[in-house]
């Protein structure tokens, strides 16, 4: 029985492989465009900062349509601009394309609802000591809001190792591929097993970092 | 010092325009501490902030220095709010920061070098007693000496003038002491004017030079208090002094009978 573990035991380092490569990819493209995004999707919220309500009302709708998509479908719809972008929709590179696409709103929103978390008073403080909008999102609002954008970057990297998995179905490899082919079509349990196993590891271990660091940037209490 | 004319203020509700502050003109002179007084929903904190136009009236103008403050575009503005402080009820720190970052911050905001910030926070943690907190995170302190974090903070620019909102309506009567102070000593040393926003007569007695009693948005009745005889005309007036009176004659019979 262990032998067919010891068998799919390369194949299962290689699809983790992917799999880390489709998060390595996805998680920092999506802070990096999903941090602004959402900020703007703060600043220009009715009775914010920025009195720009056609672009928050246009904002709001292309996040809340991408975000409406089933993960698979998105996948499955957008398979010419990734052929676009990537040459081909094959492959763990053209897994990314939907799972970037996917996380980019779905982090915006998070970073939105962070940012209206921090209080009011303080914001006011430095208007009031002559800080300009950029100063204000700088300084307070990130400052402030630190903890909270690490807890979201935690939450969407556990989201995402499990939205990995529905990219195997369209030959993006990783580690659902590799659960579809030895849980699947094998009936290999024994490997599903330590398949399972070794993703409850993961994502203990990322819920446990995520948790420290917030903990260390979390100075409110 | 600081000259409002004719300020009014109307806030859109969803009951209906409320006008909360109503054809109000106020001089304050330099180094006065200014006390204006009344009670909730009276319109005071909306007068304070139209100083500093945190809230921008409707009507009216606001002149600090001599200079019009309601004619000048947003980035003037800001230049000009480096030389207006202002504390809080609720401090408003930064959690995130301690108590040197947040009294750093003003200076950061203002692009002071770095090598002259140094010198400057010292110099107002050591102000207001808080030098051995430099290193403390805000939610390590009590509300007396947050606010007094509050008060360095605002003192890092070097203001002319201070605006206080309620800033000791969260703390027990002994703190409000230790900040009140802080306050007049600021006012002493730096000759810093100062408003200041309460709904506590003791608050006024204690530190005010001169004081308005805000009324529906107006300001009923103003006092000097270095006069010799006041006599508050206003019924809210009379009742907020009368307060006070009742306070002091109690203490007098407490020592009496001690
Ligand atoms: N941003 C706002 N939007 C709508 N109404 C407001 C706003 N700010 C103040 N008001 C209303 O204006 C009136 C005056 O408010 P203000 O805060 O100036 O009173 P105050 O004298 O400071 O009272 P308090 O002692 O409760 O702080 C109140 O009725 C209040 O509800
Ligand atoms: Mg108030």
Redesign the pocket.
């Known amino acids: 029985m262990l032998d067919n573990v010891i068998y799919a035991w390369p194949e299962l380092l290689k699809s983790l492989g992917e799999t880390f490569y489709m998060l390595v990819l996805t998680i920092p493209i999506a802070v990096a465009i999903g941090t602004p995004l959402g900020t703007l999707l703060f600043l220009t919220r009715p009775d914010s900062f920025l009195k720009w309500p056609k672009f928050y009302v246009l904002l709001n709708g292309v996040v809340n349509l991408v975000r409406s998509f089933p993960f698979l479908i998105l996948m499955i719809a957008i398979i010419p601009f990734t052929r676009l972008v990537v040459g081909t929709a094959l492959g763990t590179t053209a897994a990314t394309v939907p799972m970037i696409i996917n996380a980019v709103p779905y982090f915006a929103r998070f970073i939105e609802q962070v940012l209206l978390d921090v209080n009011r008073g303080v914001v006011e403080a430095a208007e009031s000591m002559g800080a300009n909008k950029l100063q204000i999102v700088w300084k307070v609002l990130y400052t402030e809001a630190r903890s909270g954008i690490a807890n979201a970057v935690t939450i969407v990297t556990v989201s995402f190792l499990s939205y990995s998995t529905v990219a195997g179905l369209v030959g993006g490899g990783g580690i659902g591929d590799f659960a579809i082919r030895y849980g699947y079509y094998r009936y290999q349990t024994d490997v599903m097993f330590v398949t399972i196993v070794i993703m409850v590891l993961f994502v203990q271990l990322f819920q446990f970092t995520g948790n420290f660091v917030v903990r260390k940037l979390d100075k409110r209490l | 010092m600081i000259d409002l004319r004719n300020i009014t203020?109307t806030?859109?509700?969803e009951s209906g325009p409320?006008q909360?502050?109503s054809d109000v003109s106020l001089q304050i002179g330099e180094g006065d501490i200014y006390g204006?007084i009344?009670?909730?929903?009276?319109?005071?904190?909306?007068?304070?902030?139209t100083i500093n136009l945190l809230?921008r009236p409707d009507a009216g103008t606001v002149a600090v220095d001599g200079e019009e403050l309601t004619r000048l575009n947003l980035r003037e503005l800001r230049r000009r709010r480096l030389s207006i402080g202002m504390i809080f009820?609720h401090f408003n720190l930064l959690n995130n920061l301690n108590v040197y970052d947040n009294v750093s911050f003003p200076l950061e905001i203002a692009k002071v070098p770095k090598a002259e910030r140094r010198p400057r926070i010292e110099r107002c943690l050591e102000m207001v007693g808080l030098s051995d907190k430099a290193k403390a995170y805000p939610a390590k302190l009590s509300g007396g000496q947050k606010q007094r974090v509050a008060i360095a903070r605002a003192l890092a620019n070097e203001p002319k003038i201070l605006l206080c909102?309620?800033p000791t309506?969260s703390v027990d009567p002994q703190t409000t002491g230790s900040i009140l102070a802080a306050l007049k000593d600021i006012n002493r040393e730096l000759g810093i004017t100062i408003v200041i926003?309460t709904?506590e007569m003791n608050v006024v007695q204690a530190i005010c030079n001169k004081v308005a009693v805000?009324e529906h948005?107006r300001v009923v009745e103003r006092f000097d208090l270095h006069e010799k005889n006041i006599v508050p005309q206003s019924p809210i007036a009379q009742f907020l002094f009368k307060n006070e009176i009742a306070l002091e004659t109690g203490r007098e019979t407490e020592a009496r009978y001690a």
């Open positions: 203020k806030f859109a509700t409320l909360a502050v204006l009344g009670f909730s929903g009276a319109g005071k904190s909306t007068l304070l902030r809230e009820q909102d309620e309506s926003v709904h805000m948005g």
